[in-house]
Every structure is written in structure tokens, then in C-alpha cells.
């Protein structure tokens, strides 16, 4: 008999914090508009804060997506300067259980049951639990395809070598990538000692129980680490990689219309405001915004800044928390810094409409922490940028977008002593983003990289070739009858499923030949 063929059902698991959240909502609203794809999103209870809902909020009504959050599980027995990486892990290790009976329930309950299950960057342990249930596993990478190079490298930089990151004698050289200072590899593993280093190396073996990686990335932005890696997947020692970005929202979560800021904007000339904002969860110490304070008001630009309580402990304090409140913010900035710049510049408490600021015409730099949905987003508006990392990936993606083949991004230097941007600094680098030679060359390779972001983007482009292509996959999946004995529990069903996968190549978890 004919059996009935579903639209494909897929679960993605999305860590904790705006830059995670937001591009699977989008990722997920993609699926359903163009490929008739259910989706199932999963949130962890644990590390949650307001700040995160509203991306979810923002799901459009009557799609095929829905939403499902995972228990809370205690965390409070890591120290209180664990770091964030770690918090998030161990969250994820701690919830496996609930995960498991969440797949378990969906498969059961589902028409298609679970077509694949898709992990976080920062998830990857959760594959076990799909492989040990048969379903299809893939990692859905939001950053940069050069980042998921490096971490999957890090087992083997860990075995190879004893000193610091920081410490390496020569660059970090991988097939496609940019060379990579050792300093400016992933914050995490800049710390042997720090218990996160051993859990950034796991995380390297974790992604190679995937079936594939889903980056958000595009093909005319790391052109030449896309064909490197799949070259790599060719070989067997990786899953192959599907460049489906950029993954960028078309409106800001939180509605723009009305907010003062753009208000402001309309009132400014074109291309002569510089945009500040350091990411959901970046923080600066209370000295370092007194000399980015003093730069604004001496470079004599027009700016914009989303400016955050200081902390001088924790450059990320605000990936966490909620709302601060916007009295107490600006109660930081230096005695008199508000009234002497109110011809020139406006100062937002804590958050910002960013996808419209950075479309709107008045606006001609961003200075941004180099986040990569910051990054995609800047890129898909045309804007340069003055590159300000504070941790994660965020030196590697500055690297990249100051870089010749990209070339929009110029970088501010940081004392060595205390790791301070002085005010000089900051004053001369915003002159030169905004009205200097560099500043238009950046400018020039932003309207460039817009284009080709639009044309990744467009029905038949490579992004919508390359998620058609896994989307296909995932089809073919729903209507296999392997599958199907696989979501009903039958051990035959998933050594066929298993066999077959796009993923089924062997793994080498020994990378030497992939360094050069």
C-alpha cells in the first residue's frame, strides 16, 4: 500500500542569547516560506532572560513552526566566574534527559515524526541523543564557516602543542582559511587552565557525529574556505557543509516605528551618522567608556550610541541579564558628555531597532563588537565598519572583514597594558571611517558585499540552491521507508537510515593532514 508522504519535520536546538536564537527563528521562517518545511524549535529554561523572547515572539502567525522549551536545570552549583561557554555546556549536558523525551514524544506524536534534528554551535553533544534514536543529525552553525574550521581543529591544536594560544610561535594556517594569530582564535580556548578549554576540544569531536553543517555564511564571502572544506568532505574527514546565508532578520524584533532614535536619524544628513552598539551581550569597564565617550565627542561625527552599564570584571556581563535601567545607564557616561554632544549625537540605553538604523540612509559607519549577525546584517545594509571585538569569535570575524577579499571593516588598537582604547584612538579611527581615504574604501567593498549578499539570497542563487539541496535531502528522508521503521523505534530501520546518510562516511578524528 501507498504510504502518505508529509512535509518533512525538523527540530532545531538553539542555545541560549540573541546572536543564537535569532537566526534559527529566521532560519526556521526560510523553511517554512520556501520549502514547506515543519519546524520544531527548542529552547533551553536554564540561562534564558526577556532579552531572548523576542526574537521568538516575532515568528509570524499561522506558519508550520512551534516552539518548545526545555526544562530549567540547576547550574548554581558552578562557580560564579565560570565562563559563559561553560555555564551554556553544562546546561546542555544537564538537559540531554529532557531532550531525549522531547525527540521521543515528537516522533511518536508527529505525522513525519522527526525528519532531522539540528544542534547548536554550542549543542553538538545533543547529537548523541539523535543518533541513539535514529534521526538525522546536523549542526546549524550561525557564525562564520573560517570559525567552525578552527574549533573543529582545536582537538588536534590541543594535542599538538603545550603553550597558550597566544603563545604559538607562527599563524594557525587551515585549508581556505585566513592565517589566524593564536590570539585571535576563539576567546574560550585562550586559557588551558580555564575547565572550558577541555570542553571547547570535546565540542571539536562532538561535530563529528553530524551528518552535515548548516553555516550561515555565503558563498562570495568565503568562497575559498567553502570549495577547501568541501574537499575535505570529499576526502571523508568531515560532513559537508551547506552555506545557506546570510541568515539576517528584515526587521528588528522589537518594532522600530516610533522609537526616538530613528526619529533622530531622519533629521541628520546622509552617511554622516556613525552607529555604536556592542552586541546583545558585549560590556565595556566604566574606564573604557569614558575614553570611547571622550573619542565620540572628540572626533566631531554624528553618532548614535547604544551604550550598556559598565562592568570591569566581564567584557559579555550582559548575555545573561535583562534590562537595565536606562536612568542607571546613562548616570555612567562622563559629567557633562550628554549636553556638550546634543547638536551631534544620541545616547540609547541598553537596545536599539539595529536592522533599521543600519538601513536607514543617515547612517555611514557602525562600530560593532563583530558578532557575525552584526556582521551579516551590516553587510546586507552596505555599512563599514570599525572593527571593536570583545570575546567569542569575535577577533577571528574582525580578522575576516578587515581582511583584502572583504576589506569593510577598519580595526581600533588597544593598549597592550591594559587593553584600553584610548580616546585618541577612538577619534581617529571614527574620522577615518566616516570622511577618510580608508573609510571610503571600506565603504566601497560594503556596497559590494551587499550586492552579492542580495544575489546569494534570490531563488536560484547558492543560498537557496544550497538549502534546496538539504531540503531535498531531508524529503527524500521522510518518504524512506527506512526512516519511517527508524521514527517508529526499529533497530532496522536505523542501521538502513544510517548506512545511507550523506553522513554515514568515516569520520577521521585524526585532522593533521587538514593543516597545512
Not at 31 to 42: E, F, K, P, S
Not at 62 to 79: E, K, Q
Not at 154 to 167: F, G, I
Request: aromatic share 6%; net charge negative.
Amino acid at each position: 500500500m501507498a504510504q502518505a508522504v508529509h512535509a518533512p519535520h525538523v527540530v532545531v536546538l538553539t542555545s541560549p542569547g540573541v546572536g543564537h536564537v535569532a537566526p534559527v527563528v529566521e532560519f526556521a521562517t526560510r523553511l517554512a516560506a520556501h520549502h514547506g518545511v515543519t519546524t520544531t524549535i527548542v529552547t533551553y529554561g536554564s540561562l534564558s532572560s526577556p532579552a531572548h523572547s523576542p526574537s521568538l515572539a516575532s515568528l509570524p502567525a499561522g506558519t508550520t513552526i512551534s516552539t518548545a522549551a526545555l526544562p530549567a536545570v540547576a547550574v548554581d552549583d558552578l562557580p560564579s566566574d565560570a565562563h559563559i561557554v561553560t555555564r551554556i555546556v553544562t546546561v546542555v549536558h544537564r538537559s540531554l534527559p529532557h531532550l531525549r523525551a522531547l525527540l521521543r514524544s515528537l516522533l511518536a506524536s508527529s505525522p513525519a515524526g522527526v525528519t532531522a534534528f539540528l544542534a547548536d554551535m554550542l549543542c553538538p553533544a545533543a547529537l548523541a541523543v539523535a543518533e541513539d534514536l535514529g534521526v538525522p543529525r546536523y549542526v546549524f552553525y550561525p557564525s562564520s564557516l573560517m570559525s567552525l574550521c578552527t574549533l573543529l581543529y582545536t582537538p588536534e591544536l590541543a594535542r599538538t602543542t603545550s603553550c597558550e594560544c597566544r603563545d604559538l610561535p607562527g599563524p594557525v594556517v587551515l585549508p581556505g582559511c585566513l592565517p589566524l594569530h593564536g590570539a585571535d582564535l576563539v576567546e574560550p580556548v585562550q586559557e588551558r587552565a580555564n575547565p572550558v578549554y577541555e570542553l571547547l576540544v570535546q565540542l571539536g569531536l562532538d561535530y563529528l557525529r553530524c551528518d552535515g553543517f548548516i553555516v550561515n555564511t555565503f558563498h562570495a564571502l568565503e568562497h575559498e574556505t567553502l570549495e577547501a572544506f568541501k574537499e575535505l568532505s570529499d576526502r571523508g574527514v568531515y560532513a559537508p557543509a551547506y552555506a545557506v546565508g546570510p541568515l539576517v532578520r528584515s526587521s528588528s524584533d522589537v518594532a522600530a516605528g516610533g522609537h526616538r532614535c530613528m526619529t533622530w536619524l531622519d533629521a541628520q544628513p546622509d552617511g554622516s551618522v556613525l552607529y555604536v552598539c556592542l552586541g546583545s551581550g558585549g560590556t565595556l569597564s566604566a574606564v573604557q567608556t569614558a575614553e570611547l565617550a571622550a573619542g565620540l565627542e572628540a572626533s566631531g561625527q554624528r553618532f548614535l550610541w547604544v551604550a550598556r552599564v559598565p562592568n570591569d570584571m566581564d567584557n559579555c556581563a550582559s548575555y545573561f541579564g535583562g534590562e537595565e535601567d536606562g536612568d542607571d545607564t546613562l548616570g555612567y557616561l562622563p559629567e557633562g558628555f550628554l549636553e556638550r554632544t546634543k547638536a551631534v549625537g544620541l545616547v540609547v540605553p541598553e537596545w536599539a531597532p539595529q536592522v533599521e538604523i543600519l538601513g536607514h540612509r543617515a547612517v555611514g559607519g557602525f562600530v560593532s563588537h563583530c558578532g557575525w549577525n552584526s556582521a551579516l546584517e551590516t553587510m546586507a545594509a552596505g555599512v563599514p565598519v570599525l572593527a571593536w571585538p570583545l570575546f567569542a569569535e569575535q577577533r577571528m570575524n574582525a580578522v575576516k572583514l578587515g581582511s583584502e577579499g572583504v576589506g569593510l571593516a577598519l580595526r581600533v588598537t588597544a593598549r597592550e597594558d591594559d587593553g584600553v582604547v584610548p580616546r585618541d584612538e577612538v577619534a581617529m579611527a571614527a574620522r577615518e571611517l566616516m570622511v577618510g581615504e580608508k573609510g571610503a574604501v571600506a565603504r566601497r567593498k560594503a556596497r559590494e558585499l551587499q550586492e552579492e549578499a542580495r544575489k546569494a539570497l534570490v531563488p536560484g542563487g547558492p543560498a537557496h540552491r544550497a538549502l534546496a539541496a538539504v531540503v531535498d535531502m531531508w524529503k527524500c528522508a521522510a518518504a524512506s521507508p527506512a526512516v519511517a521503521a527508524a521514527a517508529g523505534g526499529g533497530a532496522e530501520g536505523v542501521g538502513a537510515w544510517r548506512a545511507g546518510a550523506p553522513g554515514a562516511r568515516r569520520r577521521r578524528r585524526d585532522v593533521e593532514a587538514c593543516c597545512c
